[in-house]
C-alpha cells in the first residue's frame, strides 16, 4: 500500500516537474531583461508596445464575435438534436470533431480558393469581409469545444419536459430558449465561450494566411525577433488562458441546480 | 343534452406501422375528473399527449368547449399540464415558476404577483415563494407544479401520472389534494394513472384502457362492480377466477368442482357443456356459511397470511384457488392450513368473464 503511494507521488511529482519546470525558466527568462537583476522590463515594453495593444485588441473582439456566432449556431443545433431529431446526434458529433483533425492550413487554404476577389463569393476582396472569413474559421476551430460544452450542459436538464412544460404554459419557441433552456445551460456556454476565447487569442495560422493584424501571428513576430518578450508574452498568452479556465470554474457554482428526476 | 366539455371522437395515433391508439372515443363534461386507468404501452399518456398538443392524431378530432383544437399547437390551447417528472424550471423561484405561464400571456407584474399568493395559498406553501425548485421535497415540488398549471386558469388540466414518482404516503395525502382543489376550482381534469386504487379513490369516472381502446368508461363502482370485459375484471381490483361448465343452460346452473351454482341470466348465450371463467371480488366471499349467501363450496386451505387486521386466507376448491380476507378477531384464532373449510358467497356477485 505503501510503496503503491510511493509510486503515485512520484509519478505526479514527474508529471508536475514535467509541466512546471518549462514554465518556471520561462518566467525567470522573461525577468533577464535588465543585467545582474531581475525586472519587469520584458512586461513593460510588451504591455507598452503599441502593436500589442493593436492585436491583442483585435484577437478580442475577434474572440467576442466567434463567441456569438458560436452561440448562435450551436446553442439551437443542440437543443433542436437533443429534442427532436436524437438519431442525428452521432454524425453531429462526428462533424464537430472534423475541424481537431483537418488541419487549420487547409480549412483556410479551401477558404482562399472558395472566397478568393474572382469567386462568386468574395469574402477576401474587403477587409470586412476577410475578417468576417476569420471569424467564420475561428468558430469552425472552436466547434468541438463549444458544441461539447454545450451538449454536456442540455444533458444535465430534462429538455424534452422542460419544453413541453414551457409550451403547455402559452410560450413560443423564442421565449423557450431564452428563459427556459439558454439560462439552464448558461454556465456551459459560458464554459464553451472561454475555451473559444483561449484558441482565438493564440490561433496563428488562420490570422496569418489571411494576413489579419491579430495576436498571433505578433506572438510569432515578436518570438522571432526578440529575446526576453517573447517569453514575457507566453507567460501573459498563459495567465489569460488560466483566468479563463479559473473563471469557468468560478462560475460553474453558480450553475442552477437541477430539481428535475429521472422517471 | 348539451355538449360535452371535451371530446374525443374516433382518434387514432400510429408511429410508423405501429397504431398505439386505436378508435378512441370519449365524452367529459365540464368540472369532471375523469382518469385514463391502463398497464404501460395502453396509450393512455398518448391520448393525453394528443389532448396537449405534443403528438398530433394521425385520425380523428379533439373538440375542447365547441372548439376543434386537433390541429393546435400546444401554447395555443389553453390547457394546464403536470408532469410525472414535475418539470419545474430548475433556474426560477417558485414563485417565478407559478407565474411563468401569466409573464407569457401578459399579465400587469401586480396580478401576477396577486395571483401567486392565491395560488400558494391554495396549494397550502405560502412560504416557499422565494426557494428553488432543488431546495423543496418531491411533494412540495408536484404541488408547485399544480400551482404552475392551474395560475394561467386553463379550460382543462391535464395530469400525467402526477404521483408516480413519489413515495405511498405523499402520493396518498396528493391525491386526496388535487381532488380537492379540482373540486373548488370546478377545472375539467383528466389523471393518467397505472395505479388503480388512485383511480378508484378519486375519479368521477375511468377509462380502462387496453392495446390503444377505451375497454370500458364508467364511474368507479361500475368499473370495479360491473367490469364489462375480462381484461378490465383482471386488471381493476383482486379477482379469484374458477374455472366452471355450463349443466343446464335454459335454468342457468353451472356446475364449479362438483357443485351446482346458480347464475340464472348471466350466462347470455352460453350452451350447456360450455366451459366458462367465473369471477368473485375477495370481499364477496365468507369463509363458512353465512346466512344471506346463496351459493357455497367446499375446499381446502391452502394458505393463512396474518396482516394485521386482516388475514388472507387461500382456499384450494378442486383445481382453483380462492383468495379471501377476514377480519381480525381477537377472541378467535385463525384458520390452520389444511383444515377443511367451507366458503359462501351470493351468485348475484359471481362475474361471468366474456
Known amino acids: ?263 | 343534452m348539451a355538449d360535452p366539455f371535451l371530446s374525443i371522437q374516433h382518434v387514432r395515433k400510429s408511429f410508423g406501422a405501429t397504431t398505439v391508439v386505436e378508435d378512441f372515443n370519449l365524452d367529459v363534461e365540464r368540472g369532471e375528473f375523469v382518469s385514463f386507468l391502463g398497464p404501460s404501452g395502453c396509450g393512455k399518456t398518448t391520448v393525453l399527449r394528443m389532448v396537449a398538443g405534443f403528438e398530433e392524431p394521425s385520425a380523428g378530432t379533439i373538440v375542447v368547449s365547441g372548439k376543434d383544437i386537433t390541429r393546435l399547437k400546444p401554447n395555443q390551447r389553453n390547457v394546464g399540464m403536470v408532469f410525472q417528472a414535475y418539470a419545474l424550471f430548475p433556474n426560477l423561484t417558485v414563485a417565478q415558476n407559478i407565474g411563468f405561464g401569466l409573464k407569457v400571456a401578459g399579465m400587469p407584474r401586480a396580478d401576477i404577483d396577486a395571483r401567486v399568493t392565491e395560488m400558494l395559498g391554495i396549494i397550502k406553501l405560502p412560504q416557499m415563494a422565494d426557494r428553488y425548485p432543488y431546495q423543496l421535497s418531491g411533494g412540495q415540488q408536484q404541488r408547485i407544479a399544480l400551482a404552475r398549471a392551474i395560475a394561467p386558469k386553463p379550460k382543462l388540466l391535464l395530469l400525467d401520472e402526477p404521483l408516480s414518482a413519489l413515495d405511498a404516503k405523499v402520493r396518498v395525502s396528493l391525491r386526496e389534494e388535487i381532488r380537492s382543489i379540482q373540486k373548488k376550482l370546478g377545472i375539467t381534469t383528466i389523471f393518467v394513472t397505472h395505479d388503480q386504487e388512485e383511480a378508484l379513490s378519486i375519479s368521477d369516472r375511468i377509462a380502462v384502457m387496453y392495446g390503444g381502446k377505451a375497454e370500458q368508461v364508467g364511474t368507479p363502482f361500475e368499473i370495479y362492480n360491473r367490469p364489462a370485459t375480462k381484461f378490465v375484471a383482471n386488471f381493476v381490483g383482486t379477482l379469484n377466477v374458477l374455472e366452471g361448465t355450463v349443466t343446464d343452460a335454459a335454468a342457468g346452473t353451472v356446475r364449479v368442482n362438483s357443485e351446482q351454482v346458480s347464475l340464472k341470466g348471466k350466462l347470455n348465450g352460453s350452451k350447456s357443456g360450455d366451459t366458462l371463467s367465473l369471477a368473485l371480488r375477495p370481499e364477496a366471499i365468507s369463509l363458512g356459511r353465512q346466512p344471506g349467501r346463496d351459493s357455497s363450496l367446499s375446499g381446502e386451505i391452502s394458505e393463512v397470511h396474518f396482516l394485521g387486521s386482516v388475514i388472507r386466507v387461500r382456499v384450494g376448491i378442486g383445481g382453483n384457488t380462492v383468495s379471501l380476507d377476514t377480519f381480525n378477531s381477537p377472541a378467535t384464532p385463525p384458520p390452520a392450513v389444511g383444515e377443511k373449510a367451507e366458503i359462501s358467497f351470493s351468485s348475484s356477485d359471481m362475474l361471468v368473464l366474456h
Open chain 1, 1 to 263: 500500500m505503501k510503496s503503491g503511494k510511493f509510486w503515485a507521488w512520484l509519478v505526479f511529482a514527474l508529471g508536475a516537474a514535467y509541466f512546471f519546470i518549462p514554465l518556471i525558466a520561462t518566467v525567470e527568462f522573461s525577468m533577464r531583461m535588465r543585467r545582474g537583476e531581475y525586472s519587469f522590463d520584458a512586461y513593460k515594453v510588451v504591455l507598452g508596445d503599441a502593436r500589442f495593444q493593436a492585436t491583442f485588441g483585435y484577437s478580442v473582439l475577434a474572440a467576442v464575435f466567434t463567441i456569438i456566432l458560436g452561440v448562435l449556431i450551436v446553442v439551437p443545433a443542440a437543443y433542436w438534436i437533443r429534442l427532436r431529431l436524437p438519431q442525428l446526434r452521432p454524425i453531429v458529433e462526428f462533424i464537430t470533431l472534423l475541424p481537431l483533425v483537418i488541419p487549420a492550413i487547409v480549412i483556410v487554404f479551401g477558404y482562399i480558393r472558395m472566397y478568393g476577389s474572382n469567386s462568386p463569393l468574395p469574402f477576401l476582396a474587403t477587409d470586412t469581409g476577410t475578417n468576417a472569413l476569420l471569424v467564420i474559421g475561428y468558430a469552425t476551430l472552436a466547434l468541438p469545444y463549444m458544441y461539447r460544452a454545450v451538449d454536456t450542459g442540455l444533458r444535465t436538464i430534462d429538455v424534452r419536459t422542460l419544453t413541453e412544460a414551457a409550451q403547455i404554459l402559452g410560450a413560443g419557441w423564442g421565449t423557450i430558449i431564452t428563459r427556459v433552456i439558454l439560462p439552464n445551460v448558461l454556465i456551459a456556454v459560458l464554459s464553451g465561450a472561454f475555451l473559444t476565447f483561449a484558441i482565438v487569442i493564440g490561433e496563428f495560422t488562420m490570422a496569418s494566411l489571411l494576413n489579419r493584424p491579430a495576436f498571433g501571428p505578433y506572438l510569432q513576430n515578436i518570438g522571432a525577433n526578440r529575446a526576453y518578450e517573447p517569453a514575457a508574452l507566453a507567460i501573459i498568452a498563459f495567465a489569460i488562458t488560466w483566468g479563463c479556465m479559473s473563471l469557468i470554474q468560478i462560475l460553474s457554482r453558480f450553475a442552477p441546480k437541477s430539481a428535475n428526476r429521472p422517471n
